[in-house]
């Protein structure tokens, strides 16, 4: 029997059902990041041995292909546990909608980094052409507009594993979801992220500071505990942002457990 129903939650309780998914179901999902970081943490550790300096290359393998696999393996695994159904690592990761959810995160980052990209040239030929007073408050406008217009599209992954939106459809279900809850969203995702990012900068930093005063080029032990944390700490994320999707959905579409079991069950595919 399941013991998670679809309901309205506070912040407290996604965090207690986000901890209580993952201790119930840690070996799934660290089994779903292991099968992913392990195997790139060891073409990243060949391609920096055969190159310090292409650590980019890496950047990308991971940005492309590891990461957006992670992203729609452990959003299906949360989503399956969570309305009391098996799921195992092969499944998880045989379910991903690799394409659609790829295309989002490039369109995203496409038009996020592009606004970045635009703004800060725009302000600073204003700068440099004597309207400080006018391109400093344009940069720094920046920063707000850019993490609006991040959560208002958080929720692409959910959309595409959970209700099969394909990657443009995504971002405009994302964008409506969130509508009238932006801070509410903002809230929690910004304390999830916390919650899983921390151990990763702080450790990685104060490794990295180590390693670089006591052996300089010993960049293999900060790759490693790099890749370690980022199997146990990354389920913590997707777990709390899929409950929140979840908890969207009811409080907007009065969306209950059956019909939404349902729901992930149809074949159906959203266009978009």
Do not use: C, H
């Amino acid at each position: 029997m399941n013991r998670y129903s679809l309901r309205a939650m506070g912040v407290g309780d996604i965090l207690d059902t986000t901890f209580s998914l993952y201790r119930e179901s840690f070996l799934l999902f660290i089994g779903i990041t292991a099968a992913l970081y392990i195997p790139y943490g060891a073409v990243d550790l060949l391609i920096r041995r055969a190159d310090p300096k292409a650590g980019g290359l890496s950047e990308l393998i991971r940005l492309l292909l590891i990461d957006p696999l992670a992203t729609g393996a452990l959003t299906f695994a949360v989503a399956e546990r969570y309305l009391g159904r098996r799921a195992g690592i092969k499944e998880a990761l045989s379910a991903v909608r690799y394409t659609s959810i790829l295309f989002a995160s490039i369109l995203v980052g496409l038009v996020v980094g592009g606004l970045i990209q635009v703004v800060s040239l725009i302000g600073m030929a204003l700068m440099r052409g004597g309207a400080a007073v006018v391109g400093v408050p344009l940069v720094i406008a920046m920063v707000p507009a850019v993490i609006y217009l991040t959560v208002r599209w958080n929720f692409y992954p959910q959309a595409i594993m959970i209700e099969r939106y394909r990657a443009v459809g995504s971002l405009g279900r994302s964008w409506g979801l969130v509508g009238g809850f932006w801070w509410r969203v903002f809230g929690i995702i910004f304390i999830a992220s916390l919650i899983s990012l921390a151990p990763l900068l702080v450790i990685g930093a104060a490794l990295e500071l180590v390693t670089m005063r006591y052996s300089p080029g010993g960049w293999m032990v900060p790759s490693i505990a790099v890749t370690v944390l980022s199997i146990l700490f990354m389920p913590i994320y997707r777990i709390a942002q899929t409950l929140l999707y979840f908890d969207l959905r009811v409080r907007k579409e009065a969306f209950d457990l059956e019909l939404m079991a349902q729901s992930l069950g149809e074949p159906t595919e959203r266009m978009g």
